[in-house]
């Protein structure tokens, strides 16, 4: 599976971005992300055997992930962010036909990772 990921930039604290991930095959897909000398987390899952929904709790309620099945393109809308926020997001894929919610979060459930593109959230 290849990813390709885009959609990063330079935004104000309260702004938005919208990032996309494009397949080139249908799979459950996340995004994770990882700030400088931080470790790598977790932010948000589309599982495709069921298109359930899943979110850490820092992304809950202000990043959304929705899927554009035609083009093979999960998108991850983030708003009211934060400088915290701040990191290089990764897009992940699976080919599993199901992954349990146990492993939902873990990056060792996806075996497909795109390059990383950049969020800076600065005034």
């Known amino acids: 599976v290849q990813l390709q990921a885009s959609g990063g930039g330079l935004v104000q604290p309260g702004g938005s971005l919208r990032l996309s991930c494009t397949a080139s095959?249908?799979?459950?897909m996340a995004w994770f992300r990882q700030a400088p000398g931080k470790d790598r987390e977790f932010v948000s899952a589309l599982r495709r055997s069921d298109n359930n929904e899943f979110y850490s709790d820092f992304a809950r309620g202000r990043f959304t992930i929705s899927r554009d099945s035609a083009k093979n393109t999960v998108y991850l809308q983030m708003n009211s962010l934060r400088p915290e926020d701040t990191a290089s997001y990764y897009c992940a894929a699976s080919k599993a036909s199901h992954i349990i919610v146990s492993r939902i979060r873990s990056g060792d459930s996806y075996d497909h990772w795109g390059q990383g593109t950049l969020v800076t959230v600065s005034s």
């Open positions: 095959e249908r799979t459950s």
